[in-house]
């Protein structure tokens, strides 16, 4: 192998994502949950998210459409992440076989879950990832086995989302679990656990939020936020917190809000009378 053709294969599984948070940036990622055409990925990228994260819990985007996002989104400089329905092996051995980057695990317990994702998304020594003839983040091409899997491992990015009390709790084990990159809060579902639906504002929430920032500063690991709607004092604290990923919304929601907003400011406009109009 030659100089030229190894620097040519670590460009191509360059993640955006990491290199913004190794970085010390803030790394932005967009859901998607409606959108099924490749289009959405430029779209991220031309409004300048570092990830698009396609969520298979809460849609039903079928894997195919997901995968499509997921290839063009690499080659256009975003990295693409998909968010798994379960912790089940299948499914996450599927979707990176097919061109995700990265796995957003929902409902991480414990370090039994994260370990388990970590297993399903690494190959071995690090992990059981079962082997494919090809894969598309490598453009198809061959090569030797053990530079395959140490780019696909190096170039993967894992997510664990905690949305529970008992999970918060368990933060510093999950954070110490190898192979573990982010550890991402779930506000909506963590509010709903603690019984103050919607109130992301809440100082319990920042104390959850405090306590897993500093399981990943004692671990090397990254903390990430999402749900936080479009509040910019509540996301302001947050980063100020030590929080450095950020989901900032997802591809409906922006839609609804810019066309709501358009039709108001419509229905704002005078409207000529059709006396004044003869």
């Not at 039903?60 to 989104?73: F, G, K, T």
């Not at 992440?81 to 299948?90: E, F, Q, S």
Request: net charge negative; charged share 20%; aromatic share 2%.
């Amino acid at each position: 192998m030659t100089h030229a053709t190894r620097a040519d294969e670590v460009r191509a599984l360059g993640n955006p994502l990491m290199d913004r948070l190794r970085a010390g940036g803030l790394g932005l990622s967009i859901i998607v949950k409606q959108v099924q055409s490749v289009d959405i990925a430029i779209a991220a990228h031309a409004a300048g998210y570092d990830a698009i994260n396609v969520d298979l819990e809460h849609s039903v985007i079928p894997e195919s459409a997901a995968a499509q996002i997921c290839l063009l989104a690499q080659h256009i400089g975003v990295t693409p992440l998909v968010r798994v329905p379960t912790h089940d092996a299948h499914y996450i051995n599927r979707i990176l076989d097919a061109g995700a980057m990265g796995i957003v695990a929902p409902h991480v317990e414990s370090a039994d879950d994260a370990r388990r994702v970590v297993r399903a998304a690494k190959f071995a020594p690090h992990g059981e990832r079962s082997v494919a003839s090809s894969w598309p983040q490598l453009g198809y091409r061959k090569h030797p086995a053990a530079t395959a899997r140490r780019l696909l491992d190096e170039a993967t990015t894992v997510i664990v989302m905690l949305e529970s009390p008992e999970a918060i709790r368990q933060a510093d084990e999950i954070a110490a679990v190898p192979g573990v990159d982010i550890l991402h809060v779930g506000t909506s579902d963590l509010c709903d656990a603690m019984g103050i639906p919607g109130q992301v504002g809440d100082a319990r929430i920042a104390q959850c939020i405090a306590q897993v920032v500093q399981a990943c500063r004692r671990h090397g690991r990254h903390a990430g936020c999402g749900g936080l709607g479009n509040s910019p004092d509540v996301m302001q604290s947050t980063l100020a917190l030590g929080v450095r990923f950020l989901t900032g919304g997802n591809e409906w929601a922006f839609m609804m809000s810019e066309a709501t907003r358009r039709a108001q400011m419509l229905r704002a406009l005078d409207v000529p009378s059709a006396a004044s109009e003869r």
